[in-house]
């Protein structure tokens, strides 16, 4: 493998190149070890074995044990998002993320012009104002990383969903008004994460 790579475009590239070489070939494994702690081997039970994690993982039941206290909501009606909040959502998105089912990626959308940002606007106001996802938004792409010791424990793995990239501006636009009732909420309890 060449140390000096004549095509690297970036310094991101540049150090990427130099992590992977210092890493060596790192074999992909398609065992994985099951609730017993049995090895599965058959990719269909690898699927389902990954699927009951996941599953495990993001769907949360029974946080009835919280304490309620009074909760002041968002005024009923709240307007739509105006052009300087989706520009703003934008200007956050990260330019080297993943796309997710749409395969629209974020740099596409940074480097549009005017009519990009106005049609995403208008999309966002359509969705607002109807108060539902389109189904598409509904469906995510799951990706496990793997992170410590032992490939085949699945409990070795993040994950990460990769949403549609406009639903990530429309997302940020509701974080952004979201937040300071939340911080009302939570006030200084927050056990000292900021």
Known sequence: MKLMNLKIKSDR???????DFKKGYQARTNIVKDEKGDWVT???SIVARWRNH???????HGVNDVNQTEIHTAVPLLPEPNAFEVELAVEK????KSPGIDQIPAALIKAGSRTILSKIRKLIKFIWNKEELPEEWKVLIIVSIYKKVDKTDYSNYRVILLLPTVYTILSSILVS??????EEIVGDHHCGLQ
């Open 13 to 19: 590239d540049l150090y990427r190149g130099i992590s």
């Open 42 to 44: 058959a990719s269909h």
């Open 54 to 60: 996941f599953s495990q993982l993001l769907n949360v």
């Open 93 to 96: 998105l990260n330019r080297h």
């Open 177 to 182: 008004r979201l937040t300071p009732y939340a």
